[in-house]
């Protein structure tokens, strides 16, 4: 039974991985069927329950449209590039002389032509600028106040200011997994925005950085909500990674924090 | 008086445009980023908007010394503010001209061959499908070090999963249709 059911989702997520690869890796286009593949989406749409399911027909969908456009893009390449069978200009480049590929090339090459030196304008210019430009010693004394010994830093103070961590980081540590169990307490999983944000931009960069060694960690596991620039996250038992761990790099930046924090802003 | 006044008008005209050529030939010719070439919306904004009168006339000079202004658009972009704007020659080189500007005469080959190649695979070739062709004719080390080399100057241009494309300066240097046509009417080794 849960094998017949699982089986219309395995079909949705080979087309999205089909058309994946014609994407990244500019497959022939043409070798994806879309007529027939929109037919069996078409199809099995009932039998699609959940809203994950519902979301991966979408992005199906979606793909298969991408797919539409790269093979409108390919037929426009071959009528630009009078159409040839790759095989047989590969043989070419195999078996004709260098000098023949060097003259070929040498007919249809036009570099560009530009000038690598200094304009008289911009000569002046820096000529200018060298001498209103103070001694490095006097520039650096308006922010040092002047040179300064070299001394020693306790270790107290370097643990202040955060330059290294102590037992405290995995303290910290185990406070957002604590947190993160009682975000998911009720649904079992929690929005990766939602997790994050925090009162200040300050805290929603902590709280990131916390879940990313979490997840690192084998605490947490995330995953993608299709269609959305969102994950779920989902605290767990720690898990050895059995397979070469994958980074996926999420961008915070202020305006993306004020927005999540409803416009509200720290200063 | 009136035709003297036209005269006048038609003389400072003349002036005008020509001092707006000689600052184009500035802009297009002094690199200005690390990629060559001025925008549309730049040139605009230092020309005025008949910049692409100014750029005709410039380029109409230009022929005389075997030079063009060339204007690459970004794919799918109708937009003349967003294309580039670069000047190349007008007329190939020869072998000779290219070994005199640092070109080596079996990178030119590799160049070649990488080009014609990625075009023939529709843009895109595993960097593995490339190496294993050029090592074909040259040692792996040499294979290894054009590609980077054709990378490094936007012939090539690295994608996710190991994919090359053709970079900027192949789109806008080399005649996608002629090399491959000059490549198909060469004669193999063997004839």
């Known amino acids: ?267 | 008086m009136n035709v003297g006044g036209s005269y006048l008008e038609v003389n400072l005209l003349t002036e005008v445009m020509r001092i707006k050529v000689r600052r184009a030939t500035q802009l297009l010719l002094f690199q200005r980023h690390r990629e060559p070439g001025v925008k549309g919306w730049e040139l605009k904004r230092a020309l005025g908007k008949n910049y692409l009168k100014v750029l005709e006339i410039l380029d109409s000079e230009l022929e005389k010394i075997g030079l063009q202004v060339k204007m690459v658009k970004p794919k799918d972009v109708e937009d003349l503010d967003k294309a580039r704007f670069m000047i190349t020659v007008r007329e190939p080189l020869n072998v000779g001209d290219a070994t005199s500007s640092g070109w080596r005469i079996d990178e030119i080959a590799a160049l070649a061959a990488s080009v014609a190649f990625i075009i023939s695979k529709h843009g895109k070739v595993q960097r593995r499908e490339l190496e294993e062709l050029l090592e074909d004719k040259f040692p792996k080390w040499f294979v290894e070090y054009s590609i980077s080399k054709f990378i490094g100057r936007g012939y090539l241009k690295r994608e996710s999963g190991g994919v090359l494309t053709l970079g900027w300066r192949a789109e806008v240097e080399v005649d996608k249709k002629l090399l491959l046509n000059l490549i198909l009417r060469s004669k193999t080794e063997q004839s």
Not at chain 1, 155 to 174: A, C, N, W
Not at chain 1, 208 to 217: E, G, K, N, Q, R
């Open chain 1, 1 to 267: 039974m849960s094998k017949r059911k699982r089986r219309p989702i395995e079909k949705v997520r080979r087309i999205i991985h089909t058309c994946r690869m014609v994407e990244e890796r500019g497959l022939n286009p043409f070798n994806v069927e879309v007529r027939e593949e929109l037919k069996m989406l078409d199809g099995q749409l009932d039998d699609l329950k959940s809203y994950e399911e519902l979301c991966l027909d979408v992005e199906a969908v979606n793909m298969l449209t991408k797919v539409v456009k790269a093979q409108k893009d390919w037929l426009s390449e071959e009528a630009s590039v009078f159409y040839t069978d790759p095989a047989f200009i590969e043989y070419k480049l195999r078996k004709i002389p260098t000098k023949a590929i060097v003259d070929a090339f040498m007919m249809a090459w036009k570099p560009i032509a530009c000038v690598e030196e200094i304009s008289k304008e911009k000569l002046v210019e820096a000529i200018d600028y060298w001498n209103r430009l103070k001694p490095l010693k006097s520039r650096w004394s308006k922010f040092t106040g002047g040179h300064k010994p070299g001394g020693y830093i306790e270790l107290e103070e370097l643990k202040r200011q955060g330059l290294i961590i102590d037992e405290t980081f995995y303290k910290d540590l185990e406070r957002a997994l604590d947190e993160l169990r009682e975000a998911c307490k009720t649904r079992g999983s929690v929005s990766y925005w939602s997790f994050i944000s925090g009162k200040s931009f300050e805290e929603t960069v902590r709280r990131a950085y916390m879940l990313s060694f979490l997840l690192t960690y084998g605490y947490a596991e995330l995953k993608k909500i299709p269609l959305r620039e969102d994950y779920i996250v989902t605290p767990r038992e720690r898990v050895e990674a059995k397979t070469p761990s994958e980074s996926l790099p999420i961008s915070i930046d202020y305006e993306r924090w004020r927005k999540l924090s409803g416009g509200e802003s720290s200063d």
